[in-house]
């Protein structure tokens, strides 16, 4: 099927977990971060993706395109205001891939037209054929949303609409930017437009809905009912305020009742609990436990009447299997004892093909934290292979050594061997304990200066014996920048963090000194 013509039982799923996602976390993610999520969002089966917002800053482009390179499975897609130079960066970012969609947009709405764009009507209907045919130069795949479209009166909607496609856009996306409207009005707006837009036929209707309400699966799923073939999601659901209408709860909707919906998406529910996992851990977005689908107690049955029945016919009280979102249903403990062939044969019931990671390095972390820790489980595997994804080979930064110590007195001290780029460093400093310490001695080791603006601590896997995992944020230049890091030692999680934090400060560096001196040369 093409992304352009929905067959009438087929969804469109077009993630935005890297645009509309992305744009809403405190820190920005890193293009290697991205990278690695467009790849689970791949495997999960996606038809588009829209992986960012290219004129906004050159690590967006860079991402962009880097994503647009090595995407295969899925279309990428770009986001541009209804303006030329924002369609020339998408294009540009985008040419390196096979097939690219460009996304413009403008607001519909009275208030945002009126307020925020301070124009006609008419001016921004003018704006968005300009941008439709301006886009088409570059792709046949054009999607044109209206912003703020459930605030927007129904005849201005089907005038903008039909112009839209007219000049050539083939998605249309209906937008309830800020949340607002209820199912059954929502649904009210799709079948306005699918009975009263002449050439209506000729697109794919789409649905973006925010969870301001709390209404946004809701209203995605009244839509699809109305007509639209393509709902637009993200991972978790993370995106703007209260965020965007979540992929795996869509999704799952389709899948489980089917036979009342009639629609289904190519979407792999096995993927559904790796790839949500992933995103919460490179986001820093933790997800809720109670959460439908993906959160902690999603498959968890806790009351006795409920176990009960559990226990003499599983669906008393379960609708879908955690199975069937990719939760594995044994966790075997491994010991050092336990040998590769254990360790592949887990790792594939865990869902990984053997091309997804590198067994011998895979096996050697694996002994080392078995040595540690004696027992290692399937969570501790998949942080250890996410932790392997993490390190980047051009990583600028690496601690070489690193020694703190403390007792019960009214300081720490911590010394650190640390190697930048060609140069290495050793120095010490003093704090008010050893996580200060250590921060000091980076610190003085590194030219960046930056500030620890959150730091937390959490348990990761199994039991009191599961590893630690160290989230942090610091802020350089006004600019948030998110690190982790995961070890059986707190302080050397601590340490893997900020390093990690670092090495984004000094690829943006990078990034906009590449930048500078292309311009100094343009003249
Ligand atoms: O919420 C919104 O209206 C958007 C558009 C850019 C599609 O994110
Ligand atoms: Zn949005």
Same mark, same amino acid.
């Given at each position: 099927?093409?992304?352009?013509q929905?067959?009438?039982? /087929? @969804?469109?799923?077009?993630?935005t977990?890297?645009?509309?996602?992305?744009?809403a976390?405190?820190?920005?993610? #890193?293009?290697? $971060?991205k990278?690695q999520?467009?790849?689970?969002?791949?495997?999960?089966?996606?038809?588009?993706?829209?992986?960012?917002?290219?004129?906004?800053?050159p690590?967006?482009?860079?991402?962009?395109?880097?994503?647009? %390179?090595?995407?295969?499975?899925? %279309?990428v897609c770009?986001l541009?205001?209804?303006?030329?130079?924002?369609?020339?960066?998408c294009?540009?970012?985008?040419?390196?891939?096979?097939?690219?969609?460009?996304?413009?947009?403008?607001?519909?709405?009275?208030?945002?037209?009126?307020?925020?764009?301070?124009?006609?009507?008419?001016?921004?209907?003018?704006?968005?054929?300009h941008?439709?045919?301006?886009? %088409?130069?570059? &792709?046949?795949?054009v999607?044109?949303?209206?912003?703020?479209? +459930?605030r927007?009166?129904?005849?201005?909607?089907?005038?903008?609409?039909?112009?839209?496609?007219?000049?050539?856009a083939?998605?249309?996306?209906?937008?309830?930017?800020?949340?607002?409207?209820?199912?059954?009005e929502f649904?009210?707006?799709?079948?306005?437009?699918?009975?009263?837009?002449?050439?209506?036929d000729?697109? @794919?209707i789409?649905?973006?809905?925010?969870?301001d309400?709390g209404?946004? !699966?809701?209203? #995605?799923?009244?839509?699809?009912?109305?007509?639209a073939?393509q709902?637009?999601?993200? !991972?978790?659901?993370?995106?703007?305020?209260?965020?965007?209408?979540?992929?795996?709860?869509?999704?799952?909707i389709?899948?489980?009742?089917?036979?009342?919906?009639?629609?289904?998406?190519?979407?792999?529910?096995?993927?559904?609990a790796?790839?949500?996992?992933?995103?919460?851990?490179?986001?820093?977005?933790p997800?809720q436990?109670?959460?439908?689908?993906?959160?902690?107690?999603?498959?968890?049955?806790?009351?006795?009447i409920?176990?009960?029945?559990?226990?003499?016919?599983?669906? &008393?009280?379960?609708?879908m299997?955690?199975?069937s979102?990719?939760?594995a249903?044994?966790?075997l403990?491994?010991?050092?004892?336990?040998?590769?062939h254990?360790?592949?044969?887990?790792?594939e019931?865990?869902g990984?093909?053997?091309?997804?990671?590198?067994i011998?390095?895979?096996?050697?972390?694996?002994?080392?934290?078995?040595d540690?820790?004696? /027992? !290692?489980?399937?969570?501790?595997? $998949?942080?250890?292979?996410?932790?392997?994804?993490?390190?980047?080979?051009?990583d600028?930064?690496?601690?070489e050594?690193?020694?703190?110590?403390? *007792?019960?007195?009214?300081?720490a001290?911590?010394?650190?061997?640390?190697?930048s *780029?060609?140069?290495?460093?050793?120095?010490?400093?003093? +704090?008010?304990?050893?996580?200060?310490?250590?921060?000091?001695?980076?610190?003085q080791?590194?030219d960046?200066?930056?500030? !620890?603006?959150?730091?937390?601590?959490?348990?990761?896997?199994?039991?009191?014996?599961?590893?630690?995992?160290?989230?942090?944020?610091? &802020?350089?230049?006004?600019?948030?920048?998110? *690190?982790?890091g995961?070890?059986?030692?707190v302080?050397?999680? #601590?340490?893997?963090?900020?390093?990690?934090?670092?090495?984004?400060?000094?690829?943006?560096?990078?990034?906009?000194?590449?930048?500078?001196?292309?311009?100094?040369?343009?003249?």
């Amino acid at each position: 099927m093409s992304t352009n013509q929905a067959s009438n039982d /087929q @969804v469109i799923i077009f993630d935005t977990t890297l645009r509309d996602g992305e744009q809403a976390l405190n820190a920005s993610l #890193s293009v290697h $971060e991205k990278l690695q999520i467009a790849q689970a969002i791949e495997r999960l089966g996606v038809d588009v993706m829209e992986v960012g917002f290219p004129v906004s800053s050159p690590g967006d482009f860079e991402s962009v395109q880097q994503i647009a %390179r090595t995407i295969k499975n899925a %279309r990428v897609c770009g986001l541009a205001r209804a303006m030329e130079a924002d369609i020339d960066a998408c294009a540009n970012a985008l040419k390196v891939a096979e097939q690219f969609r460009i996304h413009t947009f403008i607001s519909t709405s009275d208030v945002h037209v009126q307020q925020k764009l301070r124009k006609d009507f008419s001016d921004v209907e003018a704006m968005a054929i300009h941008a439709v045919k301006y886009a %088409r130069k570059f &792709t046949d795949d054009v999607e044109f949303s209206c912003e703020d479209a +459930g605030r927007t009166p129904i005849d201005n909607l089907c005038r903008m609409v039909e112009g839209a496609i007219k000049a050539g856009a083939t998605t249309v996306n209906i937008p309830d930017t800020v949340g607002y409207t209820l199912p059954f009005e929502f649904q009210g707006i799709i079948t306005n437009l699918f009975n009263r837009v002449p050439n209506i036929d000729q697109a @794919v209707i789409s649905v973006h809905c925010h969870n301001d309400l709390g209404l946004a !699966v809701a209203n #995605s799923m009244a839509a699809v009912q109305a007509g639209a073939r393509q709902i637009e999601c993200t !991972v978790n659901g993370i995106g703007e305020r209260a965020g965007n209408c979540s992929l795996e709860e869509v999704a799952m909707i389709m899948k489980t009742r089917e036979s009342l919906l009639g629609v289904q998406t190519n979407i792999n529910h096995q993927e559904i609990a790796r790839t949500s996992k992933l995103v919460s851990t490179i986001c820093n977005m933790p997800v809720q436990l109670n959460k439908a689908i993906v959160g902690g107690n999603a498959f968890s049955h806790s009351s006795g009447i409920h176990q009960d029945g559990m226990l003499k016919a599983s669906n &008393t009280y379960e609708i879908m299997t955690p199975e069937s979102v990719g939760i594995a249903k044994t966790k075997l403990n491994l010991t050092s004892r336990s040998g590769r062939h254990v360790i592949k044969h887990r790792m594939e019931n865990l869902g990984y093909q053997e091309s997804d990671y590198d067994i011998e390095q895979l096996y050697a972390d694996f002994l080392a934290l078995a040595d540690k820790k004696g /027992q !290692v489980f399937d969570d501790d595997l $998949e942080a250890l292979l996410f932790n392997i994804q993490q390190q980047d080979q051009q990583d600028f930064y690496k601690v070489e050594k690193l020694n703190v110590q403390c *007792g019960d007195g009214d300081f720490a001290t911590a010394s650190i061997k640390l190697a930048s *780029g060609e140069n290495t460093s050793i120095e010490s400093a003093t +704090g008010n304990g050893p996580v200060d310490a250590l921060y000091q001695a980076i610190k003085q080791a590194v030219d960046v200066e930056f500030e !620890v603006t959150d730091y937390k601590i959490s348990n990761k896997g199994s039991g009191e014996d599961g590893l630690g995992q160290a989230d942090l944020v610091i &802020t350089w230049q006004g600019r948030n920048f998110h *690190g982790y890091g995961l070890a059986t030692d707190v302080i050397e999680a #601590s340490a893997q963090a900020l390093i990690h934090a670092l090495n984004s400060i000094h690829r943006a560096i990078t990034i906009a000194d590449i930048k500078s001196a292309r311009q100094e040369k343009q003249g």
